[in-house]
């Protein structure tokens, strides 16, 4: 067995493990990332994700720290206004709109929007660049061994020696089965269709989540391609609709997008093959353990509403990143300090996007009413929009 030193161990190179490098190594750390899976930067490859990623303002502030944000900010699209649209009646048709302009709490965008696969181009760009970085794909993080001063992290025939293991590997996490850290896990029997789609009006930089039943109809604008208005759709249906959805060949399926999406951008058609996502909630019982620290979907997962899911995960990396000012890497006041800041907040967020979810699924007429209500009355109230848009941004 070899024997190296690094100072952190990240498991898994999906988007937040690759930030997570990138934030790291940018503070001056000796950086090992390990994932048996290259990550697919080609929009065209069929295992592309062609999901994308709406990046809240404190999430840009941690690309920034982490060093990225220049490399990403040219492919990104502003969203200026997150619409909430009511088409819960009888008839499939838009009843209210609820705008939540960004100039109301700030000057500049609530977000800016990337196609995940380009996501994982730029950042694997910059961290090929970067001296301090071992980055190893087609092995997988191995045996684990923690004790006070350090953890050992087997991958093939070498054993590292690090401060900190850093699980960033997904949803089905094998770091924190390892350390034994529990699961909880909600299933709603619901899946999101995911793809790029081509429309014929302008998207005017809005993002636009539709409730009917089933889950919510989100747009969010990408840039024009080829002199088409482009935008990600993510689309959330009872398992067996989306199943159906996900089956049905194109012509069909884009008659349905056009009467699900109520023309709010006019035809739309694919412009991309679809993905399908099983919808859960997921919440690790702790987040910390032995010179071991979860983030991401390791850690949580949640519904795609509101933009929370990744931008959740980059605070989790901007408390942990930021608390080694103040605590040796990987300590025990390091990573209680850790799981102590961020567990609020995270909790916060996985009941607040479950209610919203199950809300958005209804299809019992007396909630539907009711909630066209509770919209009317959140939208009305100047102090209430406000405190609700800054809540959204992580305040
Ligand atoms: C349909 C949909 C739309 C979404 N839209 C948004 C949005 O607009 N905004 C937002 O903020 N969030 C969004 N999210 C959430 C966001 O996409 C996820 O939070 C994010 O992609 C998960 O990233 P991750 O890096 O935690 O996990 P993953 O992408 O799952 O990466 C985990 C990595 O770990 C690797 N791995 C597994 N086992 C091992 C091992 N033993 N050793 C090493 N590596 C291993 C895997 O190969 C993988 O590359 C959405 C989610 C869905 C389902």
Redesign the pocket.
Known sequence: MIRKNTQVFV?????????TVCAFAQKGFDVVC????K?ITNVKSFDA?L??????QP?RKTLQTAGVWDCLKPFSTPLDIMRLADAGGAENKIRMIADFASLEISDEAF?W?LP?WLLRRELLNYIENLPNVTFLTG????RVTSRISEILVQVGEVQYSCKLLIG????????REAMGIPVQTWRYGQK???MAVYHTLPHDNISTEIHRTGGPF?T?PLPDHDGNHMS?I?W?ETSAKANVLFEMDETNFNSMLNSRSCGILGNIRLASRR?L???ITQRAKRLTGQRYAL?????H????IG????????NDLATILELTNTHELGSVSHLSAYEKARKKDINFRINGVDALNRAAMTDNKSFLALRLKALQALHGFTPLRKTLMKAGLGA
Do not use: C, Y
């Open positions: 498991s898994g190179a999906g988007i937040a493990g690759l930030t390990v994932d048996p899976q990550p994700d999901r994308s990623t709406a990046f809240l999430a977000a929007n995940n092995q997988k993080t191995g960033a590997d997904g949803r089905n996490s094998q770091t999101a269709i995911a989100t969010v990600s993510i959330m993905n996502w099983p919808i983030l991401a979907e390791a850690a997962v949640i519904p795609p933009a929370q899911g990744l931008n959740m995960s980059l």
